[in-house]
């Protein structure tokens, strides 16, 4: 019974150590993740800037102050 529980705990530590090393990103992911979100970021403020949506986003928050409690 020793053994097999010694090749249990054996099995599930490698299988824990395979696991941690494909786990994360590596630096050039993280700095494409990082591109992407500034892009997005960009792109959402040129929106929510632009002529329309604010003025929509103007009227929404002027209608919430004007409203009764």
Partial sequence: ???AV???MRA???GMRA???????VTSEYAMGIVAAVAFAVVLYKVV???QVSAELQAIVKQALDARM
Wanted: overall charge positive; glycine content about 10%; charged content about 30%.
């Fill in 49 to 51: 800037t632009s002529g």
């Fill in 6 to 8: 010694r090749a249990r």
């Fill in 12 to 14: 599930l530590v490698c």
């Fill in 1 to 3: 019974m020793y053994k």
């Fill in 19 to 25: 696991a941690r090393r494909d786990a994360g990103m």
